[in-house]
Every structure is written in C-alpha cells, then in structure tokens.
C-alpha cells in the first residue's frame, strides 16, 4: 500500500471528483430530511499545497489555475467557495480531500462515515477533521466497512468510491462493492472514480458498474486531458454515478470543460453519458 494522495491533491482528477461530489452533497442539502455520507478511501482529508510531496509533482497547479482564474463557471464555484472556507479567506494553501468536504457539507442530523486503511494517513485525517463532529473515521478497510455500514433503503445515502487503483483488482472489487451496497439501498447514489489510461480497460470497468447496477440509471462522465495514446499515464480519469440526481450531467459537462479547455492537450475531450 504506498499510494500517497498528498502527491496529487488538487490535480485535474482532483477537481473533477470534488466538483461532483460538491454538487452531490448540495443536492442532498436541497432537502430537509437526513442523509449519510460514506467515503470508502478517504485519504488525508487535507493537503499542503506547500508540503514537500506536493512540490514534488506540481500536480497541485491544477487548484492554483481554479483559484486565481477570473472566473469559473457554475460547476465549480461551490468548489472553489469551500477551497475559500478551509483556507479561511487567505492565499490557496491547503486543498481539501473528499471527506473534509463531507464534513463541511453536513447538517444536524447529517452523518458521514470517512475509511482510511494506511494507518498515518488515518492519524493525518483524525487530526485534520477533528472538529467535524458529525463524521466518523474508520482506520481500517474501506470495502468490507462501506458495504456493511450503508444504511439502509429508504435513507438517503451517497456512497464514494475512490480507491488508488494500483492493485490490480480495485475495479473488480469496487463493481462488488457496488452490487453489495446497491442490495442494501438500492436507491443509494454511488459514485466510482477510476482512471483513464486505455480505453479498453476503462469501458471494461465501466461496463462492469453499469451490469451492477442493474436497470438504475448510471451517469458516465468522461474527462480526457490528452489522446489516449501513453496507456502508462493518466491521461484522464471518470466518475461513474449510479442514481445520479438531476443536473449532475450538466455540471459534469460543464465542470469538465473548463478543466480539459485550461489544463488540457491536444486530444483533449468530455464526454458525459446516462443510461437510463
Ligand atoms: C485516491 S486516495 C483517496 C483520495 C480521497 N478520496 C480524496 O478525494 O481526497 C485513495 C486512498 O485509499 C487508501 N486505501 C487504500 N486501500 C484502502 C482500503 N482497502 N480501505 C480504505 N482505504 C484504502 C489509500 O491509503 C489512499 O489514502
């Protein structure tokens, strides 16, 4: 297990994820009644854009460009608003994982439940997300927890799945973790991240979420940086969303766009799709 999050945060993959895991949360705030959160694969929850890891790969230039453009669209304002409230108001700093803006998104009766396997980077989220009170942490496996603490049908339940992809079965075990959850809470919003490498095995996997959910309605939203032509690099990355609320296919668009249009090469491209 040596995949470090600290390396990439506020990449392009970064923000593509975060602003439709931002549009997800606000959706679920529209409503009064309590939802759940689960973040299979938590990470740190927080990231120095000055830490050494960051400024080894300058993959972090991605959140710089959405902090200083003049302007964003639509999609990725809440984003950039909650870049603004961890950093209180000051310069980009510190660049948020997926669980602190669960915890920044919930309410009173709002619960979300955050897993981190690596032991320090479970110390690392205990301590940045200490004042999230309404967010339980789990330093242990994020497969076996998530499907066993999705609540039930008829809670409201978003469920993010976002594991390294370095082991060779993360696919395979995400599609089984989503039929699982899917069996527990089937109207549960479950959204896998996975990368973009080669075509060939990203249609496998998405292939393979779209038969685990059965006939539910699964939104593809494809974001490519560049031509699929290097299968070693990331040359892009996904979210794939099964029950996805209405509207999140234009924001992914619209999100995708702009990341592809300022941080993208030649070959770039968004393509978003829902079966229904
Ligand atoms: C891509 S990072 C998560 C980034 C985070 N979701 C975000 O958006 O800020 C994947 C994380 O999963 C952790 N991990 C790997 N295997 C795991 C498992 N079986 N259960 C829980 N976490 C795991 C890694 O240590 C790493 O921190």
Same mark, same amino acid.
């Given at each position: 297990? $040596?995949?470090?999050?600290?390396?990439?945060?506020? $990449?392009?993959?970064?923000?593509?994820?975060?602003?439709? %895991?931002?549009?997800?949360?606000?959706?679920?705030?529209?409503?009064?009644?309590?939802?759940?959160?689960?973040?299979?694969?938590?990470?740190?929850?927080?990231?120095?854009?000055?830490?050494?890891?960051?400024?080894?790969? &300058?993959? &972090?230039?991605?959140?710089?460009? %959405?902090?200083? #453009?003049?302007?964003?669209?639509?999609?990725?304002?809440?984003?950039?608003? #909650?870049?603004?409230?961890?950093?209180?108001?000051?310069?980009?700093?510190?660049?948020?994982?997926?669980?602190?803006?669960?915890?920044?998104?919930?309410?009173?009766?709002?619960?979300?439940?955050?897993?981190?396997?690596?032991?320090?980077?479970?110390?690392? %989220?205990?301590?940045?997300? #200490?004042?999230?009170?309404?967010?339980?942490?789990?330093? &242990?496996?994020?497969?076996?927890?998530?499907?066993?603490?999705?609540?039930?049908?008829?809670?409201?339940?978003?469920?993010?799945?976002?594991?390294?992809?370095?082991?060779?079965?993360?696919?395979?075990?995400?599609?089984?973790?989503?039929?699982?959850?899917?069996?527990?809470?089937?109207?549960?919003?479950?959204?896998?991240?996975?990368?973009?490498?080669?075509?060939?095995?990203?249609?496998?996997?998405?292939?393979?979420?779209?038969?685990?959910?059965?006939?539910?309605?699964?939104?593809?939203?494809?974001?490519?940086?560049?031509?699929?032509?290097?299968?070693?690099?990331?040359?892009?990355?996904?979210?794939?969303?099964? $029950?996805?609320?209405?509207?999140?296919?234009?924001?992914?668009?619209?999100?995708?766009?702009?990341?592809?249009?300022?941080?993208?090469?030649?070959?770039?491209?968004?393509?978003?799709?829902?079966?229904?």
């Amino acid at each position: 297990m $040596n995949y470090q999050h600290a390396f990439h945060a506020g $990449n392009f993959a970064d923000l593509f994820k975060h602003a439709l %895991l931002v549009a997800l949360l606000a959706d679920f705030r529209r409503s009064a009644q309590p939802f759940n959160v689960i973040d299979s694969h938590a990470g740190e929850g927080v990231y120095d854009l000055e830490g050494e890891e960051a400024r080894r790969t &300058g993959e &972090g230039a991605a959140a710089v460009q %959405l902090m200083s #453009a003049r302007d964003v669209p639509a999609a990725l304002r809440p984003l950039r608003q #909650a870049i603004e409230r961890l950093n209180h108001g000051r310069p980009l700093r510190f660049y948020p994982g997926s669980p602190w803006l669960v915890g920044d998104a919930l309410r009173g009766g709002d619960r979300g439940l955050a897993c981190e396997m690596n032991p320090a980077a479970a110390s690392e %989220l205990r301590r940045a997300l #200490a004042s999230y009170r309404r967010l339980e942490i789990v330093a &242990g496996d994020g497969w076996a927890t998530a499907t066993r603490r999705a609540a039930p049908a008829p809670a409201p339940l978003l469920v993010l799945i976002d594991p390294p992809f370095e082991a060779g079965d993360d696919g395979a075990r995400a599609v089984e973790a989503l039929g699982r959850i899917l069996s527990r809470n089937g109207s549960a919003i479950v959204a896998v991240w996975a990368p973009l490498k080669d075509l060939a095995s990203f249609d496998a996997l998405a292939s393979d979420l779209e038969d685990a959910a059965g006939d539910r309605p699964v939104l593809v939203a494809e974001l490519r940086l560049r031509a699929l032509a290097d299968p070693m690099r990331m040359n892009g990355c996904a979210m794939i969303v099964v $029950n996805p609320p209405i509207g999140l296919a234009e924001t992914a668009r619209e999100a995708g766009r702009w990341i592809v249009s300022t941080l993208g090469e030649p070959g770039r491209a968004i393509e978003v799709r829902e079966s229904a």
